[in-house]
T-cell receptor
Framework: DTEVTQTPKHLVMGMTNKKSLKCEQH?????MYWYKQKAKKPPELMFV???????INESVPSRFSPECPNSSLLNLHLHALQPEDSALYLC???????????FGDGTRLSIL | GQQLNQSPQSMFIQEGEDVSMNCTSS?????WLWYKQDPGEGPVLLIA?????ELTSNGRLTAQFGITRKDSFLNISASIPSDVGIYFC?????????FGTGTRLQVFP
């Protein structure tokens, strides 16, 4: 069982919808991450939060908006997504940056 | 940019066989990580390596940090059906986790 919990597991949304992905960990980790994974490809980093502050944004379009309300929670707000944004979105955490990361099971996102 | 080349891309083996896969980098690393991803799930950390020449085991899995610090190997002994999945190496000593291209393993009974 993963110690990083992501909800929802599946999400289908239209291009005009607004939705949020949620990630939670209770391991006391101070670094949290969002990745995007397309089929048969490795995960690609989107954002890094370190001590609740955004430290890396990999030139992600503004229709993806991350938020870290506290050290246990990480959200990804979605607005006006495109069909090519359909993918598996993975959250990960580590004690601090540059330590091994532990992943959740992801949210499978489909954009209609 | 940083590239990790992982080989082979895919493997089809019979249950009970041993498996070997490797990962090479164009630059020197200080940390190698090996993950396994099952369909519909997130990657699971298998082994972390921190020192050149280090050999670490986790059950039937053994991984080594190459002496040149530019490569790593993962071996699976006596494969079983639940070993099926995608195995990723990754560079773990930067703020960004950089993944290899993955090795897809199929095990036939």
């Amino acid at each position: 069982d993963t110690e990083v919990t992501q909800t929802p597991k599946h999400l289908v949304m239209g291009m005009t919808n607004k939705k949020s992905l949620k990630c939670e960990q209770h391991m006391g980790h101070r670094a949290m991450y969002w990745y995007k994974q397309k089929a048969k490809k490795p995960p690609e980093l989107m954002f890094v939060y370190s001590y609740e502050k955004l430290s890396i944004n990999e030139s992600v379009p503004s229709r993806f908006s991350p938020e870290c309300p506290n050290s246990s929670l990480l959200n990804l707000h979605l607005h006006a997504l495109q069909p090519e944004d359909s993918a598996l979105y993975l959250c990960a955490s580590s004690q601090v940056v540059r330590q091994p990361q532990h992943f959740g099971d992801g949210t499978r996102l489909s954009i209609l | 940019g940083q590239q990790l080349n992982q080989s082979p891309q895919s493997m089809f083996i019979q249950e009970g066989e041993d498996v070997s896969m490797n990962c090479t980098s164009s630059s020197i690393f200080n940390t190698w990580l090996w993950y396994k991803q099952d369909p519909g799930e997130g990657p699971v950390l298998l082994i972390a390596l921190y020192k050149a020449g280090e050999l670490t085991s986790n059950g039937r899995l053994t991984a080594q940090f190459g002496i040149t610090r530019k490569d790593s190997f993962l071996n699976i002994s006596a494969s079983i059906p639940s070993d099926v999945g995608i195995y990723f190496c990754a560079r773990g000593d930067t703020d960004k986790l950089i993944f290899g291209t993955g090795t897809r393993l199929q095990v036939f009974p």
